[in-house]
């Protein structure tokens, strides 16, 4: 990664060491850092030079001189390997810093005159003429809503949606662009079209996002730093001289639709020689908040381009189109026609019998006022001149069918639908691979669900909600990170919460919020987020930043509970939510949540050197493990409460389980999943922790049977059903609740590579610097790989049955190591590389260097 635009006083730097040798690692590094990108690759940091660090760490915090703005600095490094020597100088990498601090802006805020009900998108411009050979130059722009930027006509990147959804009126995001090539010597243009957003929502649903605090209409701040070659600055800012019209977005909703009428569509109103003589002038506005920042995450983009599967033309004006796959996204249409043909594009998950789109289980909580902003309808009102392509730039939606209707007959073929998977578009970090295709299909819809949930922050749903629905995303959390690189959204959706966090502590279930979710949703068992996510992320990436800077949120929410509820249960939150049948006591289930905040705070505590913190807190959250044990726990039987799949697989999971008492606990656990016939009862809590809590305790086998299943309910259930996603309810025709495109019951996705791979973060060393490996080799499965790319490189685990041989395979990458402990398999004799290992037992933990490592039990 080279990032542009880091406002990062001291950057984080991390590398990978290239060394396939049997126990590579790394005894010592040197980086080096200056703006010479020459120097640099010499080894001279004139900005920071280590000098030779005795160390196996990979990831460094910059501590050199300190940064400025509007520079790019360049990095390398050189490790020393296992044997003590060094290697040479790495290729130069780099960052660029951006403005780095507020009062670097030049520009002013602009919009229009319009005020929060103009429907019309507008389009600013202005035109300059740069007198000198350029260098380089940057274009650095805070919005208040969405935005595309144009420099001579060109579209500036392939970022959509930008920028990401935060608390506008507390943080709001700038984007940096190299627009080096898009600039000219002599006359250029700079165009900008504004979108609503989340900034200015004009729908209105049920949870009053078009009451947000900070809505207004579109605002934007925009820096054109020019680098002449003789090294002179100018910059081109937002300000009075700009100019302003309506653009053809005649209307934009991020929840519902857009509305484009392209006889409205001004030619070249975005080049320079534009007459803007009937433009009018822009309005000086306030900033939506003063404290602006740059945009460091993975940005949304057209990911994947998915071809029309079908089309039904029901009449000629009607067409129904299949794009074969549930996601978020927008469609494209191609289509030709008369001046002022009206078409309509409206997206579903589901259709009705007779072949036309079905909104019915989507647009529920949509609460329209007119008819004039329908629920995922596109609208295109054509110029009639040639072929002419609509693509909406400021709406997404959750969809797999299509119906176009139009007010004239038109003529429409497969090819002219063509769909586009939108999404944060993360580095993917993870692979599975097995012999039971349902179980590969289970993953990837877990991935797209994950996906299509991933816009910048984590959503329940694509279609009906859009929203921040915290407790959704803490759980998928392990899931999104075993098989995609998440750690920049987190990071951002983090920083929401610190925004949104009141004073005392209290978290609102949806993040980001106008408001709505303080009162309803938000007990521990949703905004755990807080805790979970920051903990997953250090597990994860061996990286206690955002542990670090949401110490004290933590803190103060955990306080918060404690000051509620002293005697350590608390029965705040929504429970096990959407269950097959059986659902246990909300205080249950919240209890065992706040416990595990609690202890993620000690232990937070702990790694960041406050001694008296995680005392306290380890002390309480025994207390709360004692209250919860005396209350639920049978410590006769062994059983909590009604023993309900949830009931005893919940404590399993985060740990509440007397240690005496777990194996008893488990054979419970596992008597009840077979007396519910080997298949789930459990909701969205109880997913988290069902198939966890059986393969962890000695029932692996009989957690692949329960996620293997392929009828009612099961994941399979939803699959051999067609489903391409994952479902918000397990029956498939559930009247209420039924998303076809949810993550909360995605944890299957990380107890594939957990229970199956068996690759787990060692807390003791997270990051995958040591991995534990305890790979299970289902009854019924023949062959199951995962890989997942760590911060030391890709680690595989992958295993075969050959006759009555099984075989594993494991790859360490260079500078981390593994503890193997051995699986039961019920077989005698154990070979490493062709050599039989004697006295060994399941159970027993073999520690393994980097390098690739063959087992075989025969
Ligand atoms: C959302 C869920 C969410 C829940 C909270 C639903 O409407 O879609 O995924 O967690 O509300 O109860």
Redesign the pocket.
């Known amino acids: 990664m080279t990032p542009l635009g880091i406002d990062a006083p001291t950057p984080r730097l991390t590398w990978q060491l290239d060394d396939t040798r049997m126990g590579a690692k790394q005894t010592a590094y040197e980086i080096c850092v200056s703006t010479d990108s020459f120097e640099t690759s010499k080894g001279r940091g004139l900005h920071w030079q280590t000098g030779k660090i005795s160390t196996d760490k990979q990831l460094i915090t910059y501590k050199g001189k300190s940064l400025n703005p509007f520079t790019r600095y360049y990095w390398t490094v050189r490790i020393w390997d296992k044997d003590g020597k060094p290697t040479s100088w790495s290729a130069v990498s780099s960052f660029e810093t951006g403005l780095m601090n507020s009062s670097n802006w030049k520009g002013a805020w602009i919009s229009d005159s319009r005020d929060i009900k103009e429907k019309v998108a507008p389009y600013f411009r202005k035109s300059f003429s740069a007198t000198k050979k350029i260098k380089s130059a940057r274009a650095y722009i805070a919005v208040g809503g969405l935005y595309e930027l144009f420099i001579n006509g060109e579209r500036i990147g392939d970022h959509r949606l930008d920028p990401m959804y935060t608390r506008f009126d507390r943080r709001i995001l700038y984007i940096t662009h190299d627009v080096t090539q898009q600039l000219k010597s002599g006359n250029n243009a700079i165009g900008v079209l504004l979108g609503n957003g989340w900034y200015n929502h004009q729908s209105t649903a049920v949870w009053y996002f078009h009451e947000a605090p900070w809505r207004m209409r579109p605002a934007f701040c925009m820096d054109l730093r020019i680098t002449y070659e003789d090294n002179s600055i100018e910059t081109i800012s937002s300000g009075k001289d700009w100019k302003t019209s309506h653009s053809p977005v005649i209307f934009n909703s991020i929840y519902t639709a857009e509305h484009y009428d392209a006889r409205l569509e001004q030619s070249g109103w975005n080049k320079p020689g534009f007459d803007d003589s009937k433009w009018k002038e822009v309005i000086f506005r306030s900033a939506p908040s003063s404290n602006i920042v740059s945009q460091s995450m993975h940005p949304i983009r057209n990911v994947e381009t998915i071809p029309a599967k079908q089309i039904n033309r029901i009449s000629d004006s009607v067409y129904v189109y299949d794009i074969g796959r549930n996601i978020s996204g927008v469609s494209q249409l191609k289509i030709r026609g008369k001046s002022g043909t009206t078409v309509r594009l409206k997206h579903s998950e589901r259709l009705y019998p007779n072949g036309r789109a079905d909104q019915s289980n989507i647009d529920v909580?949509y609460r329209p006022t007119d008819d004039k902003d329908p629920f995922q309808i596109d609208i295109f009102i054509l110029k009639g001149e040639g072929e002419e392509i609509f693509i909406p730039k400021f709406n997404y939606k959750g969809f797999q069918f299509v119906e176009v209707t139009s007010d004239q007959p038109i003529d429409l073929s497969k090819e002219s639908l063509t769909a586009y998977f939108m999404h944060s578009d993360v580095p993917v970090a993870g692979q599975i691979n097995s012999s039971n295709e349902t179980l590969n299909k289970i993953w990837s819809a877990t991935n797209n669900s994950y996906l299509s949930n991933l816009v910048g922050y984590p959503t329940?749903?694509p279609q009906?909600?859009k929203?921040g629905?915290?407790?959704?995303a803490h759980i998928a959390s392990e899931t999104g990170l075993y098989s995609f690189d998440g750690i920049t959204v987190y990071e951002k959706w983090m920083a929401d919460h610190r925004d949104e966090q009141q004073s005392n502590g209290v978290l609102p279930?949806?993040i980001p919020t106008s408001g709505w979710g303080y009162e309803?949703?938000n007990g521990p068992d949703?905004t755990s987020t807080i805790a979970i996510i920051p903990w997953n992320i250090y597990l994860f990436y061996g990286d206690s930043k955002l542990l670090a800077d949401c110490y004290d949120n933590i803190k103060r929410y955990v306080d918060h509970i404690n000051e509620l509820y002293p005697a350590g249960l608390t029965s705040w939150g929504?429970g096990d939510?959407?269950p097959v049948k059986s659902k246990s006591p909300v205080e249950f289930t919240s209890s065992a949540y706040y416990y595990t905040d609690v202890l993620i705070l000690s232990k937070a505590a702990n790694l960041l050197g406050k001694q008296a913190d995680a005392k306290k807190y380890a002390a309480l959250s025994e207390k709360i493990k004692t209250a919860f044990n005396a209350k639920w726990l049978n410590t006769t039987t062994g059983i909590y409460n009604n023993g309900l799949q949830t009931e005893l697989s919940v404590p399993l999971q985060w740990g509440l389980v007397p240690e005496a008492l777990k194996s008893k606990v488990a054979a419970n656990l596992a008597k009840r999943v077979e007396a519910d016939n080997n298949h789930i009862d459990v909701g969205?809590l109880g997913t988290k922790a069902i198939l966890n809590a059986l393969s962890e305790n000695g029932y692996a086998d009989l957690a692949y049977k329960v996620a293997s299943q392929e009828n009612f309910p099961s994941w399979g259930w939803w699959i051999v059903n067609g489903a391409t996603t994952l479902y918000?309810n397990w029956p498939i025709d559930a009247k209420s609740?039924i998303?076809l495109n949810?993550i909360?019951f995605g944890e299957i996705g990380a107890w594939y590579y957990k229970a199956l791979g068996g690759i787990r973060p060692d807390p003791s060393q997270p990051g995958f610097k040591n991995i534990l490996l305890e790979p299970h080799f289902v009854g019924g499965l023949d062959r199951f790989e995962a890989r997942h790319q760590s911060p030391f490189g890709q680690i595989v685990s992958s295993w075969e049955r050959k006759g009555s041989t099984i075989i594993y395979k494991v790859t360490v990458p260079a500078n981390s190591t593994a503890t193997l402990r051995l699986p039961e398999t019920g077989k005698e004799k154990l070979y490493k590389e062709g050599n039989e290992l004697k006295n060994i037992k399941p159970a027993t933990e073999l520690k393994l260097i980097a390098g690739t490592h063959l087992f075989e039990w025969r």
């Open positions: 909580h329940d749903c009906r909600e929203n629905w915290t407790g959704d279930s949806i309803w949703g949703w929504l939510w959407v969205l918000e609740d998303s949810h909360m």
